[in-house]
């Protein structure tokens, strides 16, 4: 199998990587890849990747690995890698962390509740950034995240409430809306929670019926 991802901007440009993963007839699918299972094909820098130059790319690094049998590739079904992937007809799969990040959009990207209070979040930093009650604001404006920012502002809500007790009263009043917003708080941290047991049960021991039972036998959070 192979992996493709265009990774890294430097400065107008973009990297695309594309690794092969052996896989032999005894390997364990439930076992997590090693560095020794995994090989560079081909990485390529130019200013943009349409789904024809990535095509190319992958039929260029594939010529020069004739003994190579490539099943399918692993990708974060960006459109230009699935747009390649239908030119040179490999099945495409895409990886579980991209996965969980979709289904995370789906299940709160809509969300109200949490689009109000990330606007009262970017109002509290526009009002406190350069003075006193600056170390309560989160640590950067986190305008991309992969998990639409549940693990920032769940951490920093969870901050928050460790100090309430001892923080003065006038520096309580600008973050009620925080008491106010619990509920939802609380479930994005179930939302978390749910994350971070997917992605280490899945990274450790791959997609398969073991990895199934570990999960099914999880208590309920």
Known sequence: MGIIDESIQIGREKLLLLLGVKIEDTSSLAAPLKMEDVEVLGLAV????????VAEFIGRRLRSYPQLCLDYLISDQGSNLRAAMRQLRIEGVADCSHMMMNMVKRLIGPS??????????GQLRLRFVLTELGYLLLPSLWDKDRFERIFLLVDWADRIDRYWDSLPAHHREPLQFLRQARPLIQQLRQVKTLIVITSAILKSAGLSQSSRQCYLSIDKL
């Open 112 to 121: 109200k509740a949490l689009s109000i209070l990330s606007g009262q979040i």
């Open 46 to 53: 130019q200013t943009s990747w349409t789904g024809t130059s």
